[in-house]
């Protein structure tokens, strides 16, 4: 197994365009993330998946948000319309149950200009 | 909402020196994990806690969780260059669907 994978590493959008990131959790994980991380802060929670149940969603994501995970495998997290201030790292993890340790991929940096 | 805030934001040490964060949440927990994330990487996991007052250790790192189950520390001792980074706490809570909350952060440098 190779750990947990995202791509694309790096996104460069415009204001208002939408964008996609898709992360590879590992094979037999249940629990899917995702966060948001930008400079100097921790990981903040957007959303997390049980299998391919969406069991709870950040008060913070706006609509323009959404993320999928069709048959509990892959994950994707959509933003529609982005904004400047969603330029940041976007960050996917995966562990066997809640408490089990969570294995985060590299990442996906957004930049909106 | 479940609130996890760690202290000190930032520490600089001499090399050698033990360094201390603490972490402490607005609710019980179930577990509490820890994390280093070196600059330009991603969080990686160093160990979890469960049961209160739990203690346990990993070479030069001492875990402690709190007796109510809603504080942590991680504490190094004889810093070196290799343990720079920032350092999380992750809180879990009880029940429902145990929703993991990272803390704000410690950002450790070691001066050589």
């Known amino acids: 197994d190779t750990g947990v994978s995202q791509d694309p590493r790096h996104k460069i959008t415009k204001r208002g365009q939408n964008v996609t990131f898709r992360c590879d959790p590992i094979?037999?994980?249940?629990?899917l993330y995702w966060y948001r991380q930008t400079l100097g802060q921790g990981p903040e929670f957007l959303t997390y998946?049980?299998?391919?149940?969406?069991?709870?969603k950040s008060r913070l994501l706006s609509d323009r948000f959404s993320a999928e995970r069709p048959k509990g495998s892959f994950s994707t997290l959509e933003i529609q319309r982005t904004e400047q201030g969603d330029s940041a790292m976007y960050l996917c993890a995966s562990s066997l149950t809640a408490t089990y340790e969570q294995y985060f991929g590299p990442g996906t940096r957004l930049t909106v200009t | 909402g479940q609130q996890v805030m760690q202290i000190p934001q930032y520490q600089h040490v001499q090399e050698g020196e033990d360094f201390t964060t603490y972490c402490n949440s607005s609710t019980t927990l179930s577990n509490i994990q820890w994390y280093k994330q070196r600059p330009g990487g991603h969080p990686v996991f160093l160990i979890q806690?469960?049961?209160?007052?739990e203690v346990k250790k990993q070479k030069r790192l001492t875990f402690q969780f709190g007796e109510a189950k809603k504080n942590s520390s991680l504490h190094i001792t004889a810093t070196q260059t290799t343990d720079v980074g920032t350092y999380f706490c992750a809180g879990i809570g009880l029940g429902g669907y145990q929703k993991v909350t990272f803390g704000t952060g410690t950002k450790l440098q070691v001066i050589p």
């Open positions: 998946f049980q299998n391919e149940a969406q069991l709870e």
């Open positions: 806690l469960v049961k209160s007052g």
């Open positions: 094979s037999e994980h249940n629990r």
